[in-house]
């Protein structure tokens, strides 16, 4: 069965410091990951996306996620954290080869708040 | 990507009422999607919704709960019937499968509270 991990519940930046919000994920075959962010009162927003090539992507907002087969993660990534970053980020994962090939399986989400 | 805008954008109703949300995109899509987020939770799929098919519904959601309806491919439907406070939660529509990218964009989400 298809599994998204978020192992932390919130994460805390500060401003201008490197942010890394966590997602492990199960699939039984080569899977499509996605990461999405929810601010207060909005609907979610897609950031990024790892379909095949590339390990390293880019995405919205200066976000960038690794994928890593061998330790099955796909961790959310940026450089310099903004106050305006602290949302409501999810992790999600589709199995193409499944059956239900278009269903999206979210992790818990992560809550990062970044401080002035 | 895709446009997506939800009607209503919430909702207080009362118990043993029944509310109907609806999805409309500005281009043709394949499937369309409705997931439940309760408070403080993540997203959960409750079915996919296909034009001209009935809609497959997830393991713990019925259509005589959560009817839905898919009249053309830019337009659904997502009833919840006979509310409990239970059913307070944000309903969101989202469009994907083939033509979108493989990538699901999701509308505003509707908030919906019974008391």
């Known amino acids: 069965a298809q599994s998204v991990a978020q192992p932390e519940d919130q994460v805390n930046v500060a401003e201008g410091n490197p942010l890394t919000v966590k997602c492990t994920y199960s699939?039984?075959?080569?899977?499509?990951l996605f990461w999405y962010v929810q601010y207060p009162n909005r609907g979610l927003q897609f950031l990024l996306k790892?379909?095949?090539?590339?390990?390293l992507v880019k995405g919205s907002y200066g976000f960038e996620a690794e994928f890593n087969k061998s330790q099955t993660s796909f961790h959310l990534k940026k450089p310099s954290a903004l106050v305006s970053d602290s949302a409501l980020y999810f992790c999600?994962?589709?199995?193409?080869?499944?059956?239900?090939?278009?269903?999206?399986?979210f992790g818990s989400g992560t809550r990062l708040l970044v401080r002035p | 990507s895709a446009v997506i805008s939800q009607k209503p954008s919430r909702d207080i109703c009362q118990r043993g009422t029944s509310l109907t949300i609806q999805c409309q995109v500005d281009?043709?899509?394949?499937?369309m999607f409705w997931y439940r987020q309760q408070p403080g939770q993540s997203l959960t799929l409750i079915a996919t919704?296909?034009?001209?098919?009935?809609?497959?519904?997830e393991s713990g959601f019925v259509i005589d709960k959560f009817p839905i309806s898919r009249p053309n491919l830019t337009f659904s439907t997502l009833t919840v019937s006979n509310m409990s406070p239970e059913d307070s939660s944000i309903y969101l529509c989202?469009?994907?499968?083939?033509?979108?990218?493989?990538?699901?964009?999701f509308g505003p989400g509707t908030r919906l509270t019974v008391l």
């Open positions: 999600a994962v589709r199995d193409p080869g499944g059956d239900s090939s278009y269903k999206l399986i």
């Open positions: 699939v039984s075959g080569n899977p499509y």
């Open positions: 919704a296909n034009q001209g098919s009935e809609a497959t519904y």
């Open positions: 989202s469009v994907g499968g083939p033509g979108i990218t493989d990538t699901q964009y």
């Open positions: 790892y379909i095949t090539g590339d390990n």
């Open positions: 281009s043709q899509v394949t499937m």
